[in-house]
């Protein structure tokens, strides 16, 4: 045996014996939950909530980390580059882990470069327009979108996100040019429309529900696969004109690739534990949340699944991030 193989038979083993004693140890300081969005919004929602279960859990503080930027892509590849200790994890979200990947070239890849630990929660987004748009439902949008082509501005949480692939793929089906205008996360690009910088945008039911009972904002219409039940009058996009029209999106917990199985395992036994403890549910399903909870394995499965989706819808579609 050579001199380096054993050099490197040695450094293997010592990693392998390191890597059961690390997980023994932990956690043994803070845990950082960074959320790729501005505070106010569902993922800093479900981040707290996580946060709160995880101190009471572990012992330690879960501290959140509010880390906007590129459509929340920032966020996310911080983590991926994290040490895998278990002590820096993602509050993932379906835009930049999913969606941001396939339509551009992200530092990161949502299989390699993670460990997935849970599901949390999901949700469809909810089309809303500023009250000064004179339009009540989604046939009327289209009709004055198609009038006054590219002068209504759809704001997005940035590139790649979610809210921009919703726009893409509305702006697509319905044969509209709105333009789409990128903020530095879902809270800023409402706070926008709010301001009248915007006329149109789509996002989460916590943002939407408030806005629209105080008559800030009006829905329009909702994108899920039925009537969301917070919501009962609004009419899907389906019902709306647009048939196959569905984006749901979701959080969930990831770690860096590599942290160790023990870690990934135990930080998964506490968020499903969270997603069935009923006072949880219900404080969830008031802000248009729906409670998931799954394991590291069917966590992997969902991803692949999602990227597959929206792989297929992306092609079929023939739809491309703007500029590219």
């Not at 392998?16 to 043994?28: I, N, T």
């Not at 946060?51 to 892509?73: F, M, S, W």
Request: charged content about 15%; cysteine-free.
């Amino acid at each position: 045996m050579t001199i380096r193989l054993r050099a490197l038979l040695v450094a293997v083993l010592s990693l392998s014996l390191a890597l059961p004693a690390l997980a023994q140890g932990w956690p043994s300081r803070p845990i950082r939950i960074l959320v790729p969005f501005a505070p106010g919004g569902s993922s800093d929602l479900a981040a707290r909530l996580i946060g709160q279960r995880l101190q009471e859990a572990l012992g330690q503080p879960a501290i959140v980390e509010n880390r906007p930027g590129a459509g929340g892509i920032l966020a996310t590849d911080a983590v991926a580059k994290a040490a895998p200790n278990g002590y820096t994890v993602l509050l993932a979200v379906a835009g930049p882990y999913i969606t941001a990947p396939l339509l551009q070239n992200t530092p990161y890849d949502p299989l390699r470069d993670f460990a997935p630990i849970s599901t949390l929660n999901g949700n469809p987004q909810v089309l809303v327009v500023h009250p000064s748009v004179p339009v009540s439902n989604a046939r009327e949008l289209i009709t004055m979108a198609k009038a006054q082509p590219g002068k209504l501005n759809f704001s997005t949480s940035g590139p790649g996100a979610l809210t921009e692939v919703s726009a893409i793929i509305f702006n697509h089906m319905a044969g509209v040019q709105m333009t789409l205008v990128p903020y530095k996360g879902g809270t800023s690009a409402v706070t926008a429309l709010l301001a009248g910088e915007a006329q149109v945008h789509f996002t989460n039911p916590s943002e939407a529900i408030p806005q629209t009972r105080a008559g800030k904002l009006r829905a329009i219409a909702v994108t899920g696969a039925k009537r969301f039940a917070p919501m009962p009058t609004v009419p899907t996009l389906a019902e709306s004109g647009l048939p196959g029209f569905v984006v749901e999106t979701w959080n969930g917990l990831v770690a860096p690739a590599g942290t160790p199985p023990e870690i990934v395992n135990r930080l998964s036994s506490i968020i499903q534990e969270l997603t069935r403890d009923p006072a949880v549910r219900q404080r969830m399903a008031d802000t248009g949340m729906s409670a998931m909870g799954e394991s590291p394995e069917e966590f992997r499965a969902f991803i692949q699944a999602q990227l597959t989706l929206w792989s297929k819808f992306f092609r079929d579609y023939g739809i491309k991030a703007p500029g590219r």
